[in-house]
């Protein structure tokens, strides 16, 4: 079982920067950690993930905006996921997602509580 808490969102103006942080308690070995996010109105939607091995991916809307890291602590025990939000448009505006997805059989995956993200104009 993985616990996911994000933090960092807010409003801002459009051009602004906004750092999420999501604490992943509980191992993520063999994981694809990921953001999602959701405007009103839309369906969720992939914002940018990252392999165990750092390979990065990211929605075509963000790509050269958005960058998306993690640390993982000695022990395995606690990882953190970053999206670090650069040159914010008023359609980013939405709730952004932590995922933890494991490729088992079955698959299991992990969503944070979400966090909101309001960029005005």
């Known amino acids: 079982q993985v616990q996911l808490v994000e933090s960092g969102g807010g409003l801002v103006q459009a051009g602004g920067s906004l750092r999420l942080s999501c604490a992943a308690s509980?191992?993520?070995?063999?994981?694809?950690l990921g953001w999602y996010r959701q405007a009103p109105g839309k369906e969720r939607e992939l914002v940018a993930d990252i392999t165990l091995s750092g390979n990065t991916n990211y929605a075509d809307s963000v790509k050269g905006r958005f960058t998306i890291s993690r640390t993982i602590s000695r022990d395995n025990a606690k990882t953190t996921l970053y999206l670090q939000m650069n040159a914010l448009k008023p359609e980013d505006t939405g709730v952004y997602y932590c995922?933890?997805?494991?490729?088992?059989?079955?698959?299991?995956?992990?969503w944070g509580q979400g966090t909101q993200v309001t960029v005005s104009s």
């Open positions: 509980g191992s993520t070995d063999g994981a694809m």
């Open positions: 995922n933890v997805h494991y490729f088992t059989i079955p698959a299991r995956e992990f």
